[in-house]
């Protein structure tokens, strides 16, 4: 299908088949299902339905794949080819960045200036960190010396969501690769292209055949749970809702796989009296509304100390109006489409869920004039809601905030931490030594001071409590991806 942008050029939507052992192809039932446009609600192309058949195909191709030519790569080619996969992705980057805009609903100058350059770099940045990746080794007094070696997990399944479709799977990809481990791809059934086109853009890059595939289908009862449950799948790496995250423990659990996991969150905004509020805003209406919302990190509760709540959500009103809703590709809009008919449903739920427990929408709450077709949502803040509203307490992953006043630091860490997810969270004090102490008390993997989303991929990315198990990012994604073996040689 031609689709007409608004920017520059032209893009090709197509049809996405399973990318299996280097080649693609359809489904052994030859099932399809419908790619729909969430920005038009027009179908783009059909999807082909993975199921068992196709995931023992691809184990089968990736199990092999372990102890050919990419075992035998030397160190320097297989950095070459990690380094050209982010080469060719900057090459393609406007048309991989339309396919992601089409899919998703997201502005197409986020899908260009954030997902698709990212993408590239976590490619190039796993590149760069093989090269220094050493192992440790230790001198047990005179008597022997011990010394570790590093060596694939094996075939690993990686599944992921519809939110930043390929920068999460190229997130996991890049350091699955320069592990030396082959995969199977489960993509996102909601946004399939840029994750198909990956397949020949490894290929192109060199990877070898079984390396890399990719099967398209649905979680329960379909691809994903077949991946999950597969006796020659070693280790899955994952990242979506909690929920599914449980489900997935009980199915890996057969063969003892190992489990990367980041899943939902509920991240408090906690902004004290002392900060600055123009700054403050700026940010928050980033870490609110970015993305539709649709970030794992967005900060969806915001606390705000009581002497500035009052100004703090007059101005925060009054900037959040002002941001367009619509096309994705109108260089002008601020938020796009929501995923999907479905998710749709679910955030507009919670809108309505928030006026039965007593909640002020302030602005926002309904579907923008003359936006008739698409999943659009006006960004919407909550007032009036307590610690124990189901509104306060549950993701609902869209463009949908709460602003909650408190009186002193004890109540904000409390109520902060008042909830079984622990991904991240932001402060915002020119207090340097309230800096510390809150960032230290608040229960997430992630914390930013007078800022959000800033990222250095050495870093340890993941959640606590019911928003993750284990961390990504730099050697921890090197800890998750290997096999550490220790040598021990007596004197
Ligand atoms: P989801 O859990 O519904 O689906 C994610 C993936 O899992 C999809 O590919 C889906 O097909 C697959 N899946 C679903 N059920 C499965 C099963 N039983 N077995 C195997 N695979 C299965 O999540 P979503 O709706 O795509 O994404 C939104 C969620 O992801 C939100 O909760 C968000 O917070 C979370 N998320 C977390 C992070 C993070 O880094 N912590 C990042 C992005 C998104
Ligand atoms: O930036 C990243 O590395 C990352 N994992 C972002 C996750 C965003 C969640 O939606």
Redesign the pocket.
């Known amino acids: 299908m031609q689709v007409q942008t608004t920017v520059d050029q032209e893009v090709k939507a197509f049809d996405c088949l399973h990318f299996i052992n280097g080649q693609y192809v359809v489904s052994h039932n030859g099932k399809t299902f419908n790619n729909v446009n969430p920005a038009n609600e027009e179908v783009l192309g059909q999807v082909s339905e993975g199921g068992k058949e196709e995931i023992d195909l691809a184990v089968a191709a990736a199990k092999k794949a372990l102890n050919g030519p990419w075992k035998k790569m030397t160190l320097n080619d297989r950095i070459a080819v990690i380094r050209r996969i982010g080469d060719i992705i900057l090459e393609r980057k406007d048309e991989l960045a339309k396919l992601e805009s089409l899919d998703t609903g997201k502005p197409y100058w986020l899908a260009s200036t954030i997902d698709i350059p990212r993408s590239a770099y976590n490619f190039h940045f796993f590149a760069d960190y093989l090269r220094g990746l050493g192992t440790e080794a230790y001198q047990t007094d005179d008597v022997a010396i011990n010394y570790a070696i590093r060596r694939p997990v094996g075939v690993v399944g990686l599944?992921?969501?519809?939110?930043?479709p390929l920068l999460?799977l190229t997130w996991k990809l890049a350091p699955c690769l320069a592990a030396g481990n082959t995969t199977v791809i489960?993509?996102?059934?909601l946004t399939p292209m840029t994750a198909t086109l990956l397949g020949e853009i490894c290929r192109e890059a060199g990877v070898p055949d079984g390396v890399v595939n990719i099967v398209h289908g649905?979680?329960?009862d379909s691809a994903?749970?077949a991946?999950?449950e597969h006796p020659d799948v070693d280790a899955i790496s994952?990242?979506?809702?909690?929920t599914?995250g449980k489900?997935?423990m009980k199915?890996a659990a057969q063969s003892l796989k190992k489990l990367s996991y980041?899943?939902?969150?509920k991240n408090p905004n906690i902004i004290f009296a002392d900060s600055d509020l123009d700054e403050v805003i700026e940010t928050t209406l980033k870490s609110s509304f970015i993305n539709q919302g649709e970030v794992?990190l967005c900060g969806s509760r915001i606390y705000v100390e009581r002497p500035v709540y009052e100004q703090f959500v007059e101005k925060f009103v009054a900037k959040t109006k002002e941001l367009v809703v619509g096309d994705p590709f109108d260089p002008k809009t601020k938020v796009g489409a929501l995923i999907g008919e479905e998710h749709y449903s679910r955030v507009m739920s919670y809108v309505e869920l928030a006026k039965e427990e007593g909640g002020q929408i302030l602005t926002g709450g309904r579907r923008p004039e003359g936006l008739e077709k698409g999943f659009y949502l006006e960004p919407t803040i909550i007032a009036g809601l307590d610690r124990n509203c189901r509104v306060v307490q549950e993701?609902i992953?869209g463009p949908v905030v709460t602003v909650i006043p408190f009186d002193s630091e004890e109540e904000v860490i409390a109520q902060a931490n008042d909830t079984h997810y622990g991904?991240s969270a932001s402060i915002w004090t020119n207090d340097l030594r309230r800096a510390h102490r809150v960032a230290g008390q608040i229960e997430a993997g992630i914390i930013w001071v007078n800022t959000w989303f800033l990222r250095d991929l050495r870093t340890p990315f993941g959640?606590m409590k019911q928003?993750?198990i284990g961390r990504e990012g730099g050697m921890h994604s090197f800890e998750f991806y290997s096999e550490l073996t220790n040598i021990c040689i007596k004197l």
């Open positions: 599944i992921n969501p519809w939110n930043l999460l489960k993509p996102a059934e649905f979680g329960p994903g749970s991946l999950t994952f990242t979506g809702e909690t599914t489900v997935i199915a980041e899943l939902g969150g794992c993701e992953f991904l959640g928003s993750g």
